[in-house]
């Protein structure tokens, strides 16, 4: 077992700058969740999150002056993310969480690198465009998404009677709705969106009019208070982001065919991200 292999309990005894100084390995956590991170029919690990920390390791070499700093990548799921950082398995997921509040209870964000809202996927013959259309069906969610307890949050405030049914990943829940065993599945819009350009009939697929949630939120996921470590890579982002290279990267990933899959998602980085990188909300 390796000496980094440590129980929740001492997770907060985990120093990840003196561990990248004596192992010179970043463990980087990645999903199944085109773009920001998946596997291309060769195995590589891609996407715009990986991308950007790819960059971030290079940023930490140089801060920290390592001779070398090399990734490990780690398959995680939603369901154990904060486990495995908690357990030193990875250092800092590198995918698409949302930023909130109840999420920040067990993990520590980064600076934000995108900005989501929670709809809706449906098909498209049934005609249910707001949360008000689902009222008394099922709504497929991702156990380990901020989203169940969206959904679950909006069921009570708004009495819909929905019943809400939690599987363990994206793809499952989406399968759900195209074998017509639930009515919807709820989840960040851009995933959705790259899911229904995946799937073998796009056409047959809408998302709804109506926003479950505000905008919100995403970044990079790291260990609660291993705060000299999410400084540093919060120096990294400001760093990449005040070069200037944000566009040329969003366009990559979101506006251009996306390696391994041959879809297009044609989305346009939004107004909140462009201000964003331009001037970093967020002081560590």
């Not at 969740?33 to 390791?57: E, H, K, M, R």
Request: hydrophobic share 40%; charged share 20%.
């Amino acid at each position: 077992m390796s000496v980094w292999a440590v129980s929740s309990a001492a997770a907060s005894d985990i120093d990840t700058l003196q561990r990248l100084s004596e192992t010179g390995t970043l463990r980087v956590g990645y999903g199944d969740t085109a773009p920001f991170s998946y596997t291309d029919d060769n195995g590589n690990v891609l996407g715009y999150s990986i991308d950007l920390c790819q960059q971030v390791a290079s940023q930490l070499q140089e801060q920290l002056g390592l001779p070398s700093l090399a990734i490990e990548y780690v398959f995680r799921t939603p369901g154990n993310r904060v486990q495995m950082l908690n357990s030193g398995e990875i250092d800092i997921e590198c995918n698409a969480s949302t930023n909130n509040e109840e999420r920040r209870r067990s993990a520590d964000f980064s600076l934000s690198h995108f900005f989501v809202s929670v709809r809706f996927v449906s098909l498209k013959e049934n005609h249910y465009d707001t949360l008000q259309d689902l009222a008394g069906r099922s709504v497929s969610v991702a156990r380990g998404t901020v989203n169940v307890g969206q959904i679950n949050q909006a069921n009570r405030e708004r009495r819909l009677n929905l019943s809400v049914v939690p599987v363990e990943t994206l793809q499952a829940a989406f399968d759900l709705v195209t074998d017509g065993r639930v009515a919807a599945f709820a989840m960040d819009d851009i995933l959705l969106s790259t899911m229904i350009a995946e799937s073998e009939d796009p056409t047959a697929y809408a998302l709804s009019e109506e926003a479950i949630t505000a905008e919100e939120p995403l970044g990079l996921l790291m260990r609660k208070d291993d705060q000299a470590f999410v400084a540093q890579v919060n120096r990294a982002l400001r760093t990449i982001y005040q070069q200037g290279d944000m566009q040329a990267l969003y366009e990559r990933w979101f506006q251009q065919p996306l390696p391994g899959k041959g879809i297009t998602l044609n989305v346009p980085m939004s107004d909140t991200l462009a201000r964003y990188v331009r001037e970093p909300l967020r002081e560590e």
